[in-house]
T-cell receptor
Framework: DGGITQSPKYLFRKEGQNVTLSCEQN?????MYWYRQDPGQGLRLIYY???????QKGDIAEGYSVSREKKESFPLTVTSAQKNPTAFYLC??????????????FGNGTRLTVT | QKEVEQDPGPLSVPEGAIVSLNCTYS??????FMWYRQYSRKGPELLMY????GNKEDGRFTAQVDKSSKYISLFIRDSQPSDSATYLC????????????FGGGTRVLVKP
């Protein structure tokens, strides 16, 4: 079964610690994305990557970092510089980032709680 | 003002009723319009995808786009308790690749 796997499902961290969220896809998609979802707000784009070893900042990249060393993997690091990191994080992929009509496929998210 | 506005709900309907959802937007450059369904603690899944104005039907779901009014709708006929979820609208511009702009989502409850 093809899909996107995010792990872990729930993550708890102390303030001041960096934390890395995993995202793996076996859909052979070129493009991958990280979104953040807060209650009552739309999904907001953090980072996206069109191809391996290349990625661009989204609308709310401050305090986050990513890498794309493999086509299948796009991990997100939430750094201590992110002022309000507690949120639901969603990873997505699409066949082609450049095509406006290439639908996004989402993973089931990681809920991060920082105290 | 947000680029895409969506009533957060909750919208509560009896089983079998028609569910009517909508989004308004301000950017006239949006050309691709999508509806996603999101169950609690899950990722969104694509329900409907339309380009420009008009209607699109898929089973119990109908999506409408009125670009002149900057208004999109999703109708769910013969609603079932399994339709209880949050529905997100999303849209993007032709030149923006796949950088979608999402509404905040409407929570729908279908009561048996």
């Amino acid at each position: 079964d093809g899909g996107i796997t995010q792990s872990p499902k729930y993550l708890f961290r102390k303030e001041g610690q960096n934390v890395t969220l995993s995202c793996e896809q076996n859909l052979n998609h070129d493009a991958m994305y990280w979104y953040r979802q807060d209650p009552g707000q739309g999904l907001r784009l953090i980072y996206y990557s069109q191809i391996v070893n290349d990625f661009q900042k989204g609308d709310i990249a401050e305090g986050y970092s990513v890498s794309r060393e493999k086509k299948e993997s796009f991990p997100l690091t939430v750094t201590s510089a992110q002022k309000n990191p507690t949120a639901f994080y969603l990873c997505a992929s699409s066949i082609d980032q450049g095509a406006s009509n290439s639908p996004l496929h989402f993973g089931n998210g990681t809920r991060l709680t920082v105290t | 003002q947000k680029e895409v506005e969506q009533d957060p709900g909750p919208l509560s309907v009896p089983e079998g009723a028609i569910v009517s959802l909508n989004c308004t937007y301000s950017n006239s450059a949006f050309q691709y319009f999508m509806w996603y369904r999101q169950y609690s603690r899950k990722g969104p899944e694509l329900l409907m995808y339309t380009y420009s104005s008009g209607n699109k039907e898929d089973g119990r779901f109908t999506a409408q786009v009125d670009k002149s009014s900057k208004y999109i709708s999703l109708f769910i006929r013969d609603s079932q308790p399994s339709d209880s979820a949050t529905y997100l609208c999303a849209m993007n511009r032709k030149a923006a690749g796949n950088k979608l702009t999402f509404g905040g989502g409407t929570r729908v409850l279908v009561k048996p």
